[in-house]
């Protein structure tokens, strides 16, 4: 079983992968990406420009989204209208970072460290709650132990962007 198949069957909704001629459903994140309810309840929906690496990345991420949902995390995921999704993002990230460090997946655990930390040097104020929720999240994540060994791992396995 490859690792997209294992997030699949642990996310605890629907997971849908757009073909290019398709439009995607609702607001999209990152382009391609979302978590969102639709008309047959929630879905995580994959676009089809990522490739492997950011589609492992993506996918954790909107699991992590998908599984606060369904514990009904006190987070706020699950309403649209909450005023800070601070929390959602960085459950969303944390469990997308500890996933993919525990299954060893080197391409989206680089793609992980890139977005993370480029959200992470952003300046929070933002025009766009999101992205400002996101850019806090990053910060509060990189100062956690399970962010040390995600980058030593990376740096130790070679996997981290020589860019970054």
């Not at 079983?1 to 001629?21: H, N, Q």
């Not at 309810?37 to 589609?55: F, Q, Y």
Request: with cysteine.
């Amino acid at each position: 079983m490859t690792e997209i198949e294992r997030l699949v069957e642990l996310c605890p909704c629907s997971v849908e992968f757009d073909s290019p001629d398709r439009e995607p459903n609702g607001a999209c994140y990152w382009d391609s990406v979302q978590y969102f309810w639709g008309t047959r309840g929630p879905l995580v929906e994959i676009g089809s420009s990522e490739n492997e690496a950011e589609t492992l990345y993506s996918l954790a991420h909107e699991t992590g989204h998908a599984l606060c949902d369904a514990k009904k995390c006190s987070c706020g995921m699950g309403s649209y209208n909450h005023s800070d999704r601070t929390m959602s993002e960085y459950h969303a990230m944390k469990f997308a970072a500890k996933w993919l460090f525990d299954h060893k997946c080197k391409g989206g655990l680089r793609v992980a460290i890139r977005s993370i930390e480029r959200q992470a040097m952003f300046n929070t104020v933002f025009d766009s709650p999101r992205l400002s929720a996101h850019c806090k999240a990053a910060r509060r994540l990189v100062k956690l132990k399970l962010w040390a060994k995600c980058v030593a791992y990376a740096k130790e396995n070679q996997c981290q962007d020589t860019n970054s």
